[in-house]
Nanobody, 116 residues
Framework: QVQLVESGGGLVQAGGSLRLSCAAS????????MGWYRQAPGKQRTWVAK???????MYTESVKDRFTISGDNAMNAVYLQMDTLRPEDTAVYYC??????????WGQGTQVTVSS
């Protein structure tokens, strides 16, 4: 059974940093893309960043130059370094992984709270 488990969330002051981690287990294939989404209270889940197995990275505009996504060579883990955090970054952060068959796996989420 494939599981994605996030960690690293917490409470930080505006301007601070956090590093989120997501580890996959039970995987018998290679994810072709792994990424991060977030869901703020009362809002829909939105895409934040992704990395492909080729190492290509992409970011939503609001986090460019502040967040950095990275992954291990086996695409079994993905990380999100978040710098210069803002109160509007407060959300539950979810990692996901997309396999070659188009199926997406999700983690259970980790809370990030940025105080002003």
């Amino acid at each position: 059974q494939v599981q994605l488990v996030e960690s690293g969330g917490g409470l930080v002051q505006a301007g601070g940093s956090l590093r989120l981690s997501c580890a996959a287990s039970g995987v018998r294939f290679t994810f072709n893309t792994m990424g991060w989404y977030r869901q703020a209270p009362g809002k829909q889940r939105t895409w934040v960043a992704k990395i492909t197995s080729a190492g290509t990275t992409m970011y939503t505009e609001s986090v460019k130059d502040r967040f950095t996504i990275s992954g291990d060579n086996a695409m079994n883990a993905v990380y999100l370094q978040m710098d210069t955090l803002r109160p509007e970054d407060t959300a539950v952060y979810y990692c996901n992984g997309l396999n070659d068959y188009g199926y997406t796996y999700w983690g259970q989420g980790t809370q990030v709270t940025v105080s002003s």
